[in-house]
């Protein structure tokens, strides 16, 4: 089952809840805090205008009470005038003050006082004029006290009535401010149960996303360990488990196999009926090997139609049981597909895995290997092997080899070595011959021979890379030949890989076209059993790079059972005498017989020969006198490396040198000196 990926929706959304929750606390803060503020300020401003009105008042009677004693006490009419004028001016404040009172709000309170605030006024403003106005007229000093007296009474209310009011305005702002600070507790207990709103919020957005990740890590971890298809452990699960075994405490006495399965004709469901049928033939084999085996032991898809089976505490003998079993399960097994039926074969390899033994990664090659042992023995079978049997050591050389070859391939460490093809009897418009062959040039710098990398490049279907860069860079130099004579003539070997590849026949082709090569420059050599195994395929490539002016040569020729039959079919212009016939003409008579023959049938065919594996004067004698038109071997000259080659005419035939290490040019005459023309 494959989950929904939904983990960035829910952080999404539970992170912008958040961010709304946190812009409404924000919003509210702002706006409480605003409203706080207002509302401190219009009390503050109410308060200070109120109780700055009530103060003015309150002085204003004082001074108005002190203006009256004093003009009391002037005796002098002026000075009590001048202090008249100071009593009138007292009672203009009062009288700005209470205006200034009477426009501000009030409650029901305030209200109440100034009401009786101006009743008093009303009473008390007459009497202080009154006063006034006796003192001024020169009243008895009697009268003058009587009335002074009064009015102070009268003064002294209006005194309470302010006040009261500036009590009362105290507790107004007290109480104002207690409603703010209740505003602003409860501003901030729903700040507060916002933020725990939001905080719970996160948490659970927090809860959410970690196990939705466990979730997924877990999936991740299970695709990661497991095939998709079968739901088998896959290659690199499987390698963790061998691995494991390793570190198995010393002294332990269990040991286990290791199965190596791949199924045999499973190509042909693949493209007979596609990948799907494909796909479904390994679930309902999966199956099928599932019942065979235990509870402990780890079945895994290793990739392709290739298994790995780990038995958990089970002797060879025990493990070789459950290989017949896997197989015989697999031979019985029938396959149906849209009407068309299947029978499924599967090749196994074993190999015990000891306390002690080697690495886990040559105990898997040494089962890969045993499996393919087991198919190139007839296939549907089980090949029990170790990993110190000595063809499977030279196997996994092999496989080794492989990795050497492929970066050398990636690294060009390729290099081009020539050998001599002379004509037994020298003709003047005879062209020039070398054959071109490779070297690999290891990690060190040294070479290594072909004997040791070819037969693994053609066992695990590298030829055709290694052709590739044969041909491109051939080619390269004959493009670079800068000798007033003609270039000699190339003869390039080609695997019977190559020659089956439709890609390497375009390749050569685009080369060909691509460069401005003289026709007739290139000779491509196929053996016989390459060309006779895939007669078809070898007659159309034949004939495509014909059409271009490459000429081929039948190397080997003469080893395989039909020779003669298939060189007809095949449009060849040279024929390579098998060099186990060559090499013992001068002491076999069959053998001499052998190549006579060839000679003689190749010459009707109207092909010309060469003869390889010429090692000694007697045999270059026998092969003019038979008629063959050019040798090539040892006694003619060694391989020597392609960009050291120098061409010198010698008698009878040719040859090509190279130079010397002291820089002095090698050459002979003779055969004799031919063979020491290369160091």
Known sequence: MILKDDTRLIITLGFCAILALMSLMISIALRQLKDINDS???????????????????????????????MALKDDLFERDEEYMRFIGHSRIYREAREKLLSKSMDKVEAE??????????????????????????????????????????QEILLDLLNDLVDLERISAKRALKSANEHYFESRNVMFLLGAVALLFGLFIAFLVVRRSAEQNRHIYHQANHDALTGLMNRRAFEKELKLLERRPEGSES??????????????????????????LLRQLTEVFTKCLRQTDIFARLGGDEFGVLLKACNIDGATRVAEALRESAENFQFSWKGKVFSIGVSIGAVPVKQGSTSMATILSTADI??????????NRVHVADIDDQHIVNRRSEMDCVGLIKQALQDDRLCLYCQSVIPVERQVDQADHIEILVRMIDNDGKLVQPGLFIPPAERYGLMCAIDKWVLK??????????????????????????????????????????????????????????AIANLEKAASFMDALNDRGCEFALDD???????????????????????????????????????????????????????????????????????????????????????????????????????????????????????????
Not at 40 to 69: F, G, P, Q
Not at 370 to 379: D, F, I, M, P, V
Not at 479 to 495: F, G
């Open 113 to 154: 006082i100034h009401a009786m605030l101006s009743e008093a006024t009303r009473i008390a403003q007459p009497l202080n004029e009154h006063v006034a106005e006796l003192l001024l007229s020169g009243a008895s000093k009697t009268e003058i006290s009587t009335a002074i007296v009064h009015a102070a009474k009268h």
């Open 255 to 280: 040991d286990d196999v290791l199965l190596y399965l791949d199924l045999d004709q499973f190509k042909i469901v693949n493209d007979t009926c596609g990948h799907m049928a494909g796909d479904e």
């Open 40 to 70: 401190m300020s219009n009390l503050v401003e109410e308060t200070n205008a109120k109780t700055e009105a009530a103060n003015s008042m309150r002085d204003s009677i004082r001074l108005r009470s002190i203006s009256l004693k004093t």
């Open 370 to 379: 045993a499996c393919l042992e087991a198919k190139h023995t007839g296939r």
């Open 557 to 679: 020729f003469g080893s395989g059972l039909s020779s003669f039959t298939y060189l007809k079919s095949l449009p060849v212009d040279y024929l390579k005498i098998d060099g186990a016939f060559v090499r013992e003409i001068t002491n076999d008579p069959i053998d001499y017989s052998m190549v006579k023959s060839i000679n003689d049938i190749g010459h009707v065919m109207k092909k010309k020969t060469i003869a390889e594996f010429v090692e000694d004067d007697a045999t270059l004698e026998l092969l003019k006198e038979i008629g063959v038109d050019y040798a090539q071997g040892y006694g003619i000259a060694l391989p020597i490396p392609l960009d050291e080659l120098v061409l010198h005419t010698i008698t009878p035939g040719y040859c090509y040198a190279v130079e010397s290490g002291s820089g002095e040019w090698c050459q002979g005459a003779a055969l004799a000196n031919i063979r020491n023309t290369t160091p």
């Open 473 to 530: 860079h051939a080619t390269n130099w004959l493009q670079e030949w800068k000798q007033p004579h003609m270039p000699p003539k190339l003869m390039i070997n080609l695997s019977g890989q190559s020659v089956c590849d439709e890609s390497f026949l375009a390749y050569a082709i685009e080369i060909l076209d691509s460069t401005a090569i003289r026709p007739g420059s290139i000779c491509f050599e196929i053996t016989e059993t390459a």
